[in-house]
């Protein structure tokens, strides 16, 4: 069975795919067809790469493509640019994930499936009422309002949360929160948290890429680590 990774052209999603590859595991990538695919990719037969545009595909499509999968991992994200922080999709992410979990249960899995979201540190789990200071509560309430990409974060982890929920039958999830992002060569020591340990608007940790990709290629490999997380938001830092 296959892994299917969504977001797989970009920083993080790269990373994740030569993780997996590493393992001999095969993956399946969905990406544009202008997309930075690495050349190495097109001559590996452990890679599966689908062209299209996600935010256009329907739930038919992806029943489709998803029918041979066991695992799946969401890196998108909104490209740093105006058009991708302020312009059209602006669910980019929450709609994916939808559409994935909508394809999972049309195909009725004998068995549940990984799912394993990446996220970011400034999305509280609102699961287990994290603390937050009233300051913090300010600018969330306005990066909630002003930078959309927040919010999508925020709706595509609830969604997991509230409607897949934590006793589905076909769908087991896992969302991973880095703190700023940094990129690193190799993988270092870092360290898994339940909620964050700082603060994540005035008092930043850091997180490779590498390391992000690191946690969830082994969260989708390793049973005993993938059952002390699934249904929870891991916040993963640099050691």
């Given at each position: 069975?296959?892994?299917?990774?969504?977001?797989a052209s970009g920083?993080?999603?790269?990373?994740?795919?030569?993780?997996?590859?590493?393992?001999?595991?095969e993956?399946?990538?969905?990406?544009?067809?202008?997309?930075?695919?690495?050349e190495?990719?097109?001559?590996?037969?452990?890679v599966?790469?689908?062209y299209?545009?996600?935010?256009?595909?329907?739930?038919?499509?992806?029943?489709?493509?998803?029918?041979?999968?066991?695992a799946?991992?969401?890196?998108?994200?909104?490209?740093?640019t105006?058009?991708?922080?302020?312009?059209?999709?602006?669910?980019?992410?929450?709609?994916?994930?939808?559409?994935i979990?909508?394809?999972?249960?049309k195909?009725?899995?004998?068995?549940?499936?990984?799912?394993?979201?990446?996220?970011?540190?400034?999305?509280?789990?609102?699961?287990?009422?994290?603390?937050?200071?009233v300051?913090?509560?300010?600018?969330?309430?306005?990066?909630?309002?002003?930078?959309?990409?927040?919010?999508?974060?925020?709706?595509?982890?609830?969604?997991?949360?509230?409607?897949?929920?934590?006793?589905?039958?076909?769908?087991?999830?896992?969302?991973?929160?880095?703190?700023?992002?940094?990129?690193?060569?190799?993988?270092?020591?870092?360290?898994?948290?339940?909620?964050p340990?700082?603060s994540?608007?005035?008092?930043?940790g850091?997180?490779?890429?590498?390391n992000?990709?690191?946690?969830m290629?082994q969260?989708?490999?390793?049973?005993?680590?993938w059952?002390e997380?699934?249904?929870q938001?891991?916040?993963?830092?640099?050691?």
């Open positions: 069975m296959k892994t299917l990774i969504v977001g920083a993080t999603g790269q990373l994740l795919v030569a993780q997996l590859l590493a393992t001999g595991k993956v399946k990538i969905i990406a544009r067809s202008t997309a930075n695919i690495p190495s990719w097109l001559h590996n037969e452990h599966n790469i689908i299209s545009n996600i935010s256009e595909m329907k739930v038919d499509k992806m029943t489709e493509i998803i029918s041979d999968c066991n799946f991992a969401c890196c998108l994200g909104h490209n740093l105006f058009k991708g922080l302020f312009g059209k999709p602006r669910k980019l992410v929450t709609n994916a994930v939808q559409l979990c909508e394809a999972i249960s195909n009725a899995p004998t068995k549940p499936t990984k799912f394993v979201l990446m996220n970011t540190a400034g999305n509280r789990n609102r699961d287990i009422n994290e603390p937050v200071y300051s913090e509560k300010t600018v969330l309430s306005l990066l909630r309002f002003f930078l959309p990409p927040h919010l999508d974060n925020e709706e595509a982890s609830d969604f997991l949360r509230l409607k897949v929920g934590k006793e589905n039958p076909k769908i087991e999830w896992a969302v991973v929160r880095p703190d700023t992002l940094i990129d690193e060569n190799q993988v270092t020591d870092y360290n898994i948290n339940t909620s340990t700082r994540a608007i005035f008092n930043p850091e997180t490779s890429r590498i992000v990709a690191h946690f290629s969260l989708i490999l390793e049973e005993d680590l059952n997380w699934k249904g938001m891991p916040v993963i830092y640099n050691d």
